[in-house]
């Protein structure tokens, strides 16, 4: 079994910065996938943002440029930094990780809002 616990969420002015962990722990050396995916109440949960363990990285058109997603190995935790972010950008916000026997993980969500 994989636990994630997301954490740095807040309220942020427009054109601010937020940085979001997700910390891991158990059978984490089967990971295959880890993703940032964010959703407004009523609407689906959309992915944003992937790493893959050679370190590639993925990311939708709307935060490419202002979103980075990154692992720390040696703390066991993936981060979204996320900069110049917009109204649009309030969401909950999860961290997601998938391993290789199809399993797939999800952590509580922490909410991210954007305004003045």
């Known amino acids: 079994q994989v636990q994630l616990v997301e954490s740095g969420g807040g309220l942020v002015q427009p054109g601010g910065s937020l940085r979001l962990s997700c910390a891991e722990s158990?059978?984490?050396?089967?990971?295959?996938?880890r993703d940032w995916y964010r959703q407004v109440p009523g609407n689906q949960r959309d992915r944003i943002a992937r790493?893959?363990?050679?370190?590639?990285?993925e990311y939708v058109e709307s935060v490419k440029g202002r979103f980075t997603i990154a692992r720390d190995s040696a703390k066991s935790t993936v981060f979204l930094q996320m900069n110049s972010l917009k109204s649009e950008d309030t969401a909950i916000y999860y961290c997601?990780?998938?391993?290789?026997?199809?399993?797939?993980?999800w952590g509580q969500g922490t909410q991210v809002t954007v305004s003045s």
């Open positions: 790493i893959v363990p050679s370190g590639k990285t």
């Open positions: 158990g059978n984490i050396a089967r990971l295959v996938l």
């Open positions: 997601h990780a998938r391993d290789n026997m199809s399993g797939e993980y």
